[in-house]
C-alpha cells in the first residue's frame, strides 16, 4: 500500500505536469464577429487532435483556458482543419492565442477538426 507521501508527490507531479500543458478552449460561430450563439464549442489540449461538428463558421474565439507551454519561448498556436485527422494539408488557419479571448474573423470555413501546438 503507497504511503502518504508517496500518494502526495504523484499528485503533485501530475498537477505539474497538466500544468505544462495548456488547455486551449474554442468556440464557433456562424456570425461574424464571435456574435452569439455559438454553434461548435471545445477545449484543446497541446498535441491533441479533436473533431468537432462540421458546420460552417464565419468567425471563432480561442484563449488559453488552463497551463501553458513547456518553453517560454514558445506560445500556444491553435490550428483549423476542414476534414479530421488534423492533416497539414486541410489546414485553413492558424493563430496564436494567449489568456485573453480573442475573436478571430474566418471566412464561411466548415472546421472538422483541432489541434493547438507550442511554437
Known sequence: MPSLLTK?????????????????????????????????????????CVNVENFPINSFTAYIFSGACDDSATSPVLSVYTASGCSADDLVESVEVTDEKTCFAIDDVTAVSLGVECV
Open 8 to 48: 502526495a508527490t504523484l499528485l503533485l507531479t501530475s498537477l505539474t505536469l497538466a500544468a505544462a500543458t495548456p488547455l486551449v478552449s474554442y468556440a464557433g460561430y456562424y456570425y461574424e464577429n464571435c456574435t452569439d450563439p455559438s454553434i461548435t464549442t471545445a477545449n484543446i489540449a497541446r498535441s491533441a
